[in-house]
């Protein structure tokens, strides 16, 4: 198999939740080739209860369960871990897309899938993840009444508290690092995910609105450049 270079050292725990034994079967390859450790769940029940005795790097998620939609497992992972999660599904409209990644997904990727690509998406994510930054970096960011722990991914607002999923995490620090500076679409999304933007690429903006909700106008605004890109503007 094509992609991830095999790495034990650098081994992820990865839960592939389909209820298709054939999906099931490519999912194995593609993780055991990439030298990561596979495990798999084929409904809703078998993942929570997995998902309660250990803890997973990465989650890859069908929407189409036995007698649920994959989304409503989405929304319990952002509750209570912090893994990354691709969601993988044949349901390819743009706003299926739109709603995985409005509820917390780190990206989604449509049936039938190119293995090489989701090897390649799988890559960049939990490299993107595991960086080390090679100088001192800021781990907290403060804007007024607004506080953001860059590690743990808790954005305080006044009394209010949240943590963010891992995509809008990255997001954030980044645009908190470069306040009031131009940040293409491209920048935001090799940061987020370690792939290049492509056209008609939703994923930014969804993750940009999303954040756009949480943080008051009256504190700081994300500023929309068009056709270029983004800006964290401090009030």
Not at 133 to 152: C, I, K, L, Q, Y
Not at 155 to 175: C, D, E, F, M
Request: proline share 3%; net charge neutral; aromatic share 4%.
């Amino acid at each position: 198999m094509m992609g991830l270079a095999h790495d034990r050292t650098s081994a992820a725990n990865v839960l592939c939740v389909d209820d298709d034994p054939v999906t099931q079967i490519l999912l194995e390859d593609v993780i055991g080739s990439a030298g990561h450790c596979y495990r798999a769940a084929h409904d809703l029940a078998e993942a929570e209860a997995m998902l309660e005795k250990e803890h997973f790097d990465l989650i890859l998620l069908d929407r189409k369960l036995p007698g649920s939609d994959g989304l409503v497992l989405l929304q319990h992972i952002r509750r209570h871990t912090e893994s990354h999660v691709i969601v993988l599904s044949s349901m390819c409209e743009s706003q299926d897309r739109l709603l995985g990644l409005q509820l917390g997904a780190d990206d989604y990727l449509t049936k039938p899938f190119n293995p090489a690509e989701l090897c390649s998406r799988i890559r960049n994510m939990l490299h993107t993840s595991r960086q080390v930054p090679s100088g001192p970096s800021v781990t907290r960011h403060v804007v007024g009444e607004m506080t953001f722990n860059v590690a743990t991914r808790r954005l305080r607002i006044g009394s209010r508290s949240s943590v963010l999923s891992p995509a809008q995490g990255k997001l954030l620090s980044l645009l908190l690092e470069k306040q009031g500076t131009l940040l293409t679409r491209n920048q935001l999304t090799r940061n987020i995910s370690g792939r290049d933007w492509s056209h008609g690429d939703r994923t930014v903006d969804v993750l940009i609105s999303r954040l756009r909700k949480l943080i008051p106008i009256s504190i700081a605004e994300i500023v929309t450049i068009h056709g270029s890109g983004y800006m964290f503007v401090v009030k």
